[in-house]
């Protein structure tokens, strides 16, 4: 078992890059994957998550290259797919086992999902019952609701789907799956997700209608292979932004992130806690927003998240509790039940992990209350097998009084490989 042990810092200086953006990688390896001709992607995450993707697209007939740091693949356009010999494993990715449901859903042929003991855990039915609408044919444990999911293609027609969450998981399966459907696909949210399906959609050259909440495409685009230059990712950033905000001395560069606006809720509600940051040097890469990041030590304020800005942070809110363990007053959480259903109970295993080192949480069915506080008392923490549980609570050790053991961190990978080794780089001891 992999764990990581962090001492106080005091201070976390100069300049870093993180690992490109997951969110974007996953999309880049599956448009590009049903693009016509090559598509070469620069910075794309290598992280386990996104490999799942890279496999799955090469048992299906992709033949994806590794050319020095970049990656180029070769795109057989939307009916070139084979059906594959083997389950497909998803390992932990949720973005990979929800969007290519949808985009199996319509292929001529049959296949089979699964992943790890996690995501064997996580609901699936948010994708599948409008995709069954649209007249997919998906089996699954619990009634559709657990993988392994089955899948056998069929002829899909277009939906108007009003999604009862604001889900980019459950909004790109049903998009990708509109690319094959009869007629036009819609989907409308209760407030806009994170939008990079259909940004990287149109940046290939499919047409997507968006108006307020509403997004809509119609069957049959050709999409067209091009250069992919993935953004650093603001969930990875996130973590050294919280560092750098509750650890004395520290002034911290962030370059090459991306802030899309979907995105960008971490940003919001750390400056609304009182914390110095600005972003620098904006432009747009590939069709997404990129900014470099700085950050500076501050002392932070209790707020109430809720509403609009929860799904646009709702990857970054177990640091952000950890900023709010270390604000002045009583920091409040809602309309975060997303949080329940993702690698792990996030409201619950945060709750829990943050009361082990002395701060006080009042746990809610959709979210917290965090009383500030310098952590205290033991220390150790656990990940339960989720990535962001474990940087979170690295984090929390950097500004603790001692030194901290997180344990069972080899999850890191999924999303932020060289995690700990870029912890060092920047702390001063």
């Known amino acids: 078992m992999k764990n990581i042990t962090v001492k106080k810092t005091k201070g976390l200086k100069g300049g870093i890059s993180v690992p490109g953006d997951k969110s974007i990688s996953h999309r880049a390896l599956m448009f590009a994957s049903i693009a016509d001709g090559d598509t070469r992607i620069k910075g794309l995450l290598k992280g386990e998550d996104n490999m799942a993707t890279l496999k799955a697209f090469r048992q299906m007939g992709i033949a994806i290259d590794e050319v020095g740091e970049d990656v180029v693949v070769h795109g057989k356009g939307l009916h070139g797919l084979k059906e594959p010999e083997d389950f497909i494993d998803a390992g932990n990715s949720g973005t990979t086992i929800r969007l290519i449901t949808g985009l199996l ?17 996580r609901p699936m039915k948010r994708v599948i019952e409008p995709l069954s609408q649209m007249g997919a044919k998906i089996f699954g444990r619990e009634g559709g609701n657990k993988a392994p999911l089955a899948i056998a293609g069929s002829k899909l027609k277009g939906i108007t789907y009003n999604s009862p969450i604001a889900s980019a998981q459950v909004k790109s399966a049903i998009l990708l799956a509109g690319l094959y459907a009869d007629g036009v696909t819609t989907v409308t949210e209760p407030t806009v997700s994170r939008d990079h399906t259909e940004r990287m959609l149109t940046y290939f050259g499919a047409k997507i209608k968006r108006e ?12 067209t292979g091009r250069e992919i230059i993935v953004p650093g990712d603001i969930s990875s950033a996130a973590f050294f932004m919280v560092a750098a905000l ?17 995105r960008t809720g971490i940003i919001d509600i750390l400056k609304e806690m009182g914390g110095d940051l600005k972003i620098l040097n904006e432009r747009e890469v590939s069709g997404e927003p990129v900014g470099d990041i700085i950050v500076k030590s501050s002392k932070l304020r209790s707020i109430k998240i809720k509403g609009d800005v929860v799904p646009r942070a709702i990857d970054e809110l177990p640091v952000v509790a950890v900023a709010a363990a270390f604000a002045d007053g009583t920091t409040t959480i809602r309309d975060a039940r997303e949080l329940r259903v993702k690698e792990t109970d996030r409201i619950g295993t945060m709750a829990a992990e943050l009361r082990k080192i002395g701060i006080e949480v009042e746990e809610r069915e959709d979210g917290m209350i965090i009383k500030g506080g310098r952590p205290i008392g033991t220390r150790d923490a656990k990940s339960h097998g989720d990535h962001r549980i474990a940087m979170s609570m690295a984090v929390a050790g950097l500004a603790g009084d001692g030194e901290m053991l997180v344990t069972d961190t080899e999850c890191i990978d999924t999303s932020f490989p060289g995690f700990e080794e870029l912890i060092k780089k920047v702390s001063s001891k």
């Open 105 to 121: 859903s319509g292929q001529k042929f049959f296949s089979t999902l699964t992943g790890d003991q996690y995501l064997r855990k």
């Open 212 to 223: 307020g909440t509403k997004v809509s495409i119609e069957a049959g685009q050709k999409l």
């Open 246 to 262: 509750i650890t004395d001395a520290s002034e911290l560069t962030i370059k090459n992130v991306g802030i899309n606006p979907t």
